[in-house]
């Protein structure tokens, strides 16, 4: 059965530094999605992104982020400059469009930790 | 805006027996999935079920049922037989249909299976 991928699985970073996860959602989806959770905590919505632009995006979204779609497979989350309080887990997922509900494919995970 | 509310941070079950796991909800769309997930410790989101608002019947898969009530604004989550690799962290979530929109997550509830 097709899944959603994301690498790396955990990654380290200094505080300042930008970082990059990645996300291969699933081929024939058309929605792609970056949640957040803070150890502890309950996932958060960040950005929604849908033919090739984003379409929603919440307050925790703010200029130090940014999403793209390379190459038509890799969904990318970007944050420029690393704080503290961006150490969570951060989930990528996606949904195909021609679905009734709008059921979301979740990736395992990238564990991010800012030192 | 779309609110989730789950009361119940931990439960302990005796193994075999059934449980439910509250989850209440709060929007003024008509036209709405209300989803529940299993995080076990190791990290990852997993599905477990789907229930649409204007599904007449509660939503079954397994050993999980939903207990839909609409006028109640409820979607409990029923586990039938409890088993020792149920234990995890369960989140009750919602989105609108329709469109790209975000999937809003409840707090979740510790599930701690007792042999």
């Known amino acids: 059965e097709p899944e959603v991928t994301q690498t790396p699985s955990h990654q380290v970073t200094q505080m300042g530094q930008e970082v990059i996860l990645r996300c291969v959602p699933i081929s024939n989806h058309l929605y792609f999605y970056w949640y957040r959770q803070i150890l502890g905590q309950k996932v958060e919505f960040l950005v929604s992104?849908?033919?090739?632009?984003?379409?929603?995006k919440s307050e925790i979204f703010d200029d130090q982020f940014s999403v793209e779609r390379p190459d038509g497979s890799n969904f990318t989350l970007k944050i420029r400059s690393t704080k503290l309080e961006d150490s969570a887990m951060y989930f990528c997922?996606?949904?195909?469009?021609?679905?009734?509900?709008?059921?979301?494919?979740f990736g395992p995970g990238t564990r991010l930790t800012v030192l | 805006a779309q609110k989730i509310t789950q009361t119940q941070p931990g439960m302990f079950v005796q193994e075999k027996e059934a449980v439910t796991l509250d989850c209440t909800y709060d929007?003024?769309?008509?036209?709405?999935?209300l989803f529940w997930y299993k995080q076990p410790s190791s990290g990852e989101m997993i599905f477990l079920i789907y229930?649409?608002?204007?599904?007449?019947q509660n939503a079954t898969e397994g050993r999980y049922s939903l207990n839909f009530q609409k006028a109640r604004k409820s979607a409990n989550l029923v586990i039938s037989a409890s088993q020792l690799g149920d234990s995890a962290m369960y989140f009750c979530?919602?989105?609108?249909?329709?469109?790209?929109?975000?999937?809003?997550f409840g707090t979740g509830t510790r599930l701690t299976i007792i042999p």
């Open positions: 929007t003024s769309d008509q036209s709405y999935g």
């Open positions: 979530a919602m989105g609108v249909n329709f469109g790209n929109e975000k999937l809003t």
């Open positions: 997922a996606s949904r195909p469009r021609d679905r009734v509900n709008n059921e979301q494919f």
């Open positions: 229930q649409g608002s204007y599904d007449e």
């Open positions: 992104f849908y033919n090739n632009e984003i379409s929603e």
